[in-house]
């Protein structure tokens, strides 16, 4: 049994993910632009590659301690990505990532997707931090982050080595609080 709902958005439908989701993630995950700015997707990226991480995705859905959601577009519902809330229960806090098909960046999909999951973390899952952080050379992520609320808490230098080059890291963060007083305002 997951704990992971399910969400609807105006354009999308964020759920859990089924085995039979495989070769729609091996479709969004193969790509090396993908692959390039994340620190957890390997490349080249195999059709098993995805059906192991599947395996793990449901074994963190069932103890509930990573809400993984596929990211699916309501019109012709095609799976396009996922993003994922790793929860941190001792700190009611959580760490948002996400990743999608090249073919469907800057539409606003993250976006619309990063709103509805900090919301569901604020509002069911009685958070009272969610943070985010994305290599310096991908400023659309932290456009996302900016965008759901987030403030920039800072830089850490050259924090991860991504095919053996060293990558800055820029943190962001969203407080109880703070989601509170937006939602006040709209
Ligand atoms: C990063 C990623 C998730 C963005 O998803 P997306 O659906 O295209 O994002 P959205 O369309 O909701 O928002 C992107 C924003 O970044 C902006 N943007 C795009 N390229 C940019 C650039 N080079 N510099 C600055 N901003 C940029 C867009 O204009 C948009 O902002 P706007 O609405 O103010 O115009 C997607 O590119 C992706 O999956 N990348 C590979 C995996 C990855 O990097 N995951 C994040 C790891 S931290």
């Known amino acids: 049994m997951s704990h992971v709902p399910t969400i609807q958005t105006a354009r999308l439908t964020l759920r859990p993910f089924t085995?039979?989701?495989?070769?729609?993630?091996?479709?969004?995950?193969?790509?090396?632009e993908v692959a390039a700015t994340t620190a957890t997707i390997p490349h080249p990226y195999s059709l098993e590659d995805a059906v192991e991480w599947l395996g793990r995705v449901t074994e963190h859905g069932a103890k509930g301690d990573v809400h993984n959601f596929a990211i699916v577009l309501r019109a012709s519902r095609r799976l396009i990505g996922a993003i994922d809330l790793r929860l941190e229960p001792e700190n009611r806090a959580a760490d948002l990532g996400y990743a999608i098909h090249p073919a469907h960046w800057n539409k606003g999909y993250v976006t619309e997707a990063a709103r509805a999951v900090v919301e569901?973390?604020?509002?069911?899952?009685?958070?009272?931090?969610?943070?985010?952080?994305?290599?310096?050379?991908?400023?659309?992520?932290?456009?996302?982050?900016?965008?759901?609320?987030?403030?920039?808490?800072?830089?850490?230098?050259?924090?991860?080595?991504?095919?053996?080059?060293?990558?800055?890291?820029?943190?962001?963060?969203?407080?109880?609080?703070?989601?509170?007083?937006?939602?006040?305002?709209?």
């Open 19 to 32: 085995a039979d989701d495989a070769p729609a993630v091996y479709e969004y995950a193969r790509h090396r």
């Open 120 to 186: 569901h973390g604020f509002e069911t899952l009685n958070l009272n931090r969610i943070h985010a952080h994305h290599f310096a050379s991908n400023p659309a992520s932290g456009r996302i982050m900016e965008k759901v609320g987030m403030k920039c808490e800072g830089t850490m230098r050259q924090r991860i080595c991504k095919w053996g080059v060293m990558h800055d890291t820029i943190h962001w963060a969203i407080l109880r609080s703070e989601y509170e007083e937006r939602k006040s305002r709209t």
